[in-house]
């Protein structure tokens, strides 16, 4: 179900922006993203390309001492003036132009930063030619000008090893779901490819994507799964050289026989119980037992199941569960996994 406008401003921003309409609003970098990179940009003077509602120049503003922010739909940068005083920001200058026909040198800028439309009409999209304006065409135009530090905004589902660029690819994850990629350029480059997951700042970097990891089927006691960026990024190398007694599962889940806490992780769990069959290949009756063992009341499927069963298949299973806690039951490598959810139960 689609969050009402109200709770995506909530979910997104600090204050009640302004907005002209709803794809305006989703197509915004929520403000914790946009903080978090502002503070990668600081500088004297920054260029944001096509600001909509202003957001991004807004806490751009926060750390540098001037910014431009241009956008060529009137509506929409009357709101990004409105939400800069919302936010007492002073520092903006704001242009209602197409950047493409403007001499962008005359500003002198430090970097430029840009975040063009990923919603073009009512369709998605994640291509680099296929954004308003084309990333692409952004790039070539900013090369092409002289340009080397600048920041582009991509989408989160690209596949990162088909990106030619020399610049940094930077995976952004927001509450533990994927927000976006950010492109660094020049001596805004740090790494070439990293991660960080927002609002912890948990960063892990990489000099190339390295998908190949060595995986167990043998489960310890505590069971993670990873944040869908480090999938992503193939960054699971990385987190396993960096955590002794951690081991992999498949690519989305990590085990390990001592909780570690730690923000890349999307759930942990502690494992009470291990079937070693399929969950089409469990005895129902054999799983309900397991469950009044471990004084389960309610379930969370994480199996292969047709969604329209789904909550049929849960009400079968709870009927005749009396006990006090919530367990999930995960199927991995052909096993059924009874365990508890540690960051809910927190």
Not at 43 to 54: H, K, S
Not at 136 to 155: D, W
Not at 205 to 225: R, V, W
């Amino acid at each position: 179900m689609d969050k009402s406008e109200k709770e995506l401003i909530k979910a997104k921003f600090s204050k009640n922006i302004f907005y002209p309409d709803r794809k305006s609003l989703e197509m915004s970098t929520p403000e914790l993203v946009s903080k978090y990179r502002a503070s990668r940009l600081k500088c004297n003077t920054a260029i944001d390309l096509c600001c909509g509602l202003g957001i991004d120049a807004i806490l751009l503003a926060k750390s540098c001492k001037k910014v431009i922010a241009i956008e060529k739909d009137k509506k929409i940068l009357d709101c990004a003036i409105k939400n800069a005083k919302l936010y007492n920001t002073k520092n903006i200058e704001f242009i209602c132009a197409d950047f493409k026909t403007l001499d962008l040198k005359k500003y002198n800028p430090d970097i430029i930063f840009a975040d063009p439309s990923r919603r073009v009409g009512e369709k998605r999209v994640k291509e680099l030619s296929e954004t308003e304006p084309s990333t692409t065409e952004i790039i070539s135009l900013l090369q092409k000008q002289g340009f080397e530090n600048f920041c582009i905004e991509v989408s989160n589902n690209l596949d990162l090893e088909k990106l030619n660029f020399d610049c940094e690819k930077e995976f952004i994850s927001l509450n533990k779901e994927p927000n976006c990629i950010s492109l660094y350029f020049g001596n805004l480059k740090k790494y070439n490819y990293s991660f960080v997951a927002l609002p912890d700042k948990k960063v892990i970097f990489a000099d190339k994507i390295n998908p190949e990891f060595k995986t167990q089927e043998n489960f310890k006691k505590y069971l993670y799964e990873l944040d869908e960026g480090i999938k992503k990024m193939h960054f699971q190398n990385e987190l396993l050289n960096h955590y002794n007694g951690l081991y992999a599962i498949t690519d989305s889940f990590f085990t390990s026989t001592n909780l570690i806490k730690d923000p890349i992780f999307k759930n942990s769990y502690k494992i009470e119980t291990v079937l070693e069959t399929s969950f089409e290949n469990t005895d129902k009756n054999i799983l309900i037992e397991e469950l009044k063992k471990l004084d389960a009341k309610k379930v969370v499927l994480r199996i292969k199941i047709d969604p329209d069963k789904y909550y049929s298949l849960k009400k079968d299973l709870e009927k005749d569960l009396e006990g006090t806690k919530k367990l999930h039951i995960i199927e991995l490598n052909k096993k059924v996994i009874l365990c508890k959810n540690l960051l809910l139960s927190e």
